[in-house]
């Protein structure tokens, strides 16, 4: 499968992602795209679902409990997926990387790109969406 650009935030670093991935630039070239939460407002259920219905997606809701683990899948179509309560680590065994999304970042996964899931300690609360286009 043919790379596309991603871009991680700095926090990235502490989540998990080496030095020579998160760069200064924010540009890597592994197929996933982390965008942290920033801004004043606590991130909610009605907030996250609403930016996603704002672009045209079909968001639904999912949870687990604490320590719960996703075997790894991937699927026919890029995913964009919110943490909006608890943490969410995200591994890619493919590529060997990780990353932990707190409270409101969004996490977009291109098509055909494998990845696992642990939940937190506390459990998570999701809101995602799978984009076709």
């Given amino acids: 499968m043919a790379s596309i ?60 409990g604490p320590h719960f683990r996703h075997a790894p899948r991937s699927y026919r179509y890029s995913k964009v997926l919110y943490c909006v309560q608890g943490l969410l680590t995200v591994i890619f065994p493919d590529i060997g990387q990780e990353i932990t999304l707190y409270p409101g970042d969004r996490l977009d996964i291109a098509r055909g790109l494998r990845y696992a899931q642990i939940v937190g300690a506390t459990g998570v609360e999701c809101v995602e969406s799978e984009r076709t286009t």
């Avoid at 996933?32 to 907030?47: D, E, M």
């Avoid at 704002?54 to 639904?60: I, K, N, Q, V």
């Fill in 5 to 64: 650009l991603s871009r991680v935030s700095a926090p990235a670093q502490s989540a998990g992602m080496n030095a020579s991935t998160a760069k200064n630039t924010g540009i890597t070239s592994e197929p996933f795209v982390v965008t942290r939460w920033r801004g004043a407002q606590h991130p909610n259920l009605s907030l996250v679902t609403q930016r996603l219905v704002a672009e045209g997606l079909r968001p639904y809701r999912w949870h687990n």
